[in-house]
């Protein structure tokens, strides 16, 4: 299976609001409603910010959503700040025996 | 506290065995399955396998099939991944997650375990 397909980089500005992609196929991304994004610090391990496409695990900031249309899903953090910083993942849900999701490359967001 | 607590680094030479362990508390652990993850320097998350603790039902990404082994020992609410010879290739950190019970997220990381093979 390959892996979904993200921007490897983006960047803004304290207070402003960036959106990250993540492209699928019609097998993944387009077919389930089970699309998850993971924020990992350097040097820590992922964290789960967003599953099912749009919600959020308790404890996990609104300023955090997710969307998704068609092979493509989404992530939006509004309100930047410096500590968002982080390398993003998402994943999805694919329709197979042998292997639950698979990951999309990483996007690393530059605060600046 | 839910957690999963991982095993200590390695550093290991090529062609020898190892071992890696994830254990998980706070949690029924039968009832959720326990993923592998693989993330090798600088680079992206790979899932390497998945097993459910209740009956050790495991499924492996077509990736990792016959290079690694996942196990199980309940009575320990242990996980387990296994090589039986090293590469050089395999340096990287290793997580174990859970899976939520749910969703298809993995709402759970242990802290992951680094190897080294040289």
């Known amino acids: 299976q390959s892996a979904l397909t993200q921007p490897a980089s983006v960047s803004g500005s304290p207070g402003q609001s960036i959106t990250i992609s993540c492209t699928g196929t019609s097998i993944d991304v387009g077919l389930f409603d089970y699309v998850s994004w993971y924020q990992q610090v350097p040097g820590k391990s992922p964290k789960l910010i967003i599953y099912d496409v749009n919600n959020r695990p308790s404890g996990v900031s609104n300023r955090f959503s997710g969307s998704k249309s068609g092979n493509t899903a989404s992530l939006t953090i509004s309100g930047l700040q410096s500590e968002d910083e982080a390398e993003y993942y998402c994943s999805s849900y694919i329709n197979s025996n042998t292997l639950f999701v698979v990951f999309g490359g990483g996007t690393k967001l530059t605060v600046l | 506290e839910v957690q999963l607590v991982q095993s200590g680094g390695e550093l290991k030479k090529p062609g020898e065995s190892l071992k890696i362990s994830c254990e998980g508390s706070g949690y029924s652990f039968t009832n959720y399955w326990i993923a592998w993850v693989r993330q090798m320097p600088g680079k992206g998350l790979e899932l390497m396998g998945i097993?459910?603790?209740?009956?050790?039902?495991?499924r492996y990404s077509p990736s990792f099939q016959g290079q690694v082994t996942i196990s199980v020992d309940r009575s320990i609410r242990t996980a387990y991944v296994e090589w039986s010879s090293l590469k050089a290739s395999d340096t990287a950190i290793y997580y174990c997650?859970?899976?939520?019970?749910?969703?298809?997220?993995?709402?759970?990381w242990g802290q992951g375990t680094t190897v080294t093979v040289s």
């Open positions: 997650a859970r899976k939520a019970s749910s969703h298809y997220g993995l709402d759970v």
């Open positions: 097993i459910y603790p209740g009956d050790s039902d495991t």
